[in-house]
């Protein structure tokens, strides 16, 4: 019943910027911390960026943060990745996902998520 679905991924040059989308449907999501995952191939799945219920407290990971913006729009059930600075190791899927815990932080276990949105960054 409960869907994550992403969008905004694509192609773009090293230095350029892209803004992805997650809407979730079949629930209401305004008490989840929302946020979002990324596995390039090779690697293991990292975390990137989570925000509280309300937006008042966002954590991003080292390599993001200064470059990537995470916020949301309870109304409309959607969070957003705002990445702008691409670098070629930003290349890999990005994942939306959604804990129950209110709170955001980095000690976070999400309990649903979406199928992934490619991003690739050219040198």
């Known amino acids: 019943q409960v869907q994550l679905v992403e969008s905004g991924g694509g192609l773009v040059q090293a230095g350029g910027s892209l803004r992805l989308s997650c809407a979730a449907s079949g629930g209401t999501f305004s008490n989840y911390t929302r946020g979002w995952f990324r596995e390039a191939p090779g690697k293991e799945r990292e975390f990137v960026a989570t925000?509280?219920?309300?937006?008042?407290?966002?954590s991003y990971a080292d390599s993001v943060r200064g470059r990537f913006t995470i916020s949301r729009d309870n109304a409309k059930n959607t969070v957003y990745l705002q990445m702008n600075g691409l670098k070629p190791e930003d290349t890999a899927v990005y994942y939306c996902a959604a804990d129950k815990n209110p709170y955001g932080g980095t000690n976070w276990t999400p309990v649903y998520w979406g199928q992934g949105t490619q991003v690739t960054v050219s040198s």
């Open positions: 925000i509280s219920w309300r937006g008042s407290g966002t």
